[in-house]
C-alpha cells in the first residue's frame, strides 16, 4: 500500500541545531498526526472537540514509555516539548 498523503504539510523552521534536531524528531509524529485528522474527520464529525479522538502512534516507542491514546495528549506533549511560544 502507498504511503498515504496527508492534508496538512509539516513546515520546517530554519534555526539552530537543537531546533533541528527537534522538528527532526516531530516530523514523523506531525505528518501521522494529520493523517490521522484526515482519516479520523469523519468519526469525529458533530463532536465538540478532535481531542478525546483517539491516537494510535505508528512508532509506540517513540514517546517513550507511555505513549499517548487521544489525539488532545499527544497535541500537549508535542507542546510542552516546543516549549512558549516565541
Do not use: C, H, K, N
Not at 513546515?11 to 524528531?25: H, I, S, T
Not at 465538540?48 to 506533549?77: E, I, K, M, N, Q
Amino acid at each position: 500500500m502507498p504511503p498515504r498523503q496527508s492534508r496538512y504539510q509539516v513546515e520546517r523552521v530554519p534555526g539552530p541545531p537543537e531546533l533541528e534536531a527537534l522538528q527532526d524528531r516531530l516530523a514523523p509524529v506531525l505528518e501521522r498526526l494529520s493523517q490521522d485528522a484526515d482519516e479520523g474527520a469523519s468519526a469525529a464529525e458533530g463532536a465538540a472537540t478532535a481531542g478525546g479522538t483517539a491516537y494510535t502512534p505508528a512508532d509506540p516507542a517513540a514517546w517513550g514509555d507511555d505513549p499517548p491514546s487521544t489525539v488532545g495528549d499527544a497535541l500537549d506533549r508535542i507542546r510542552a516539548e516546543l516549549g512558549p511560544a516565541p
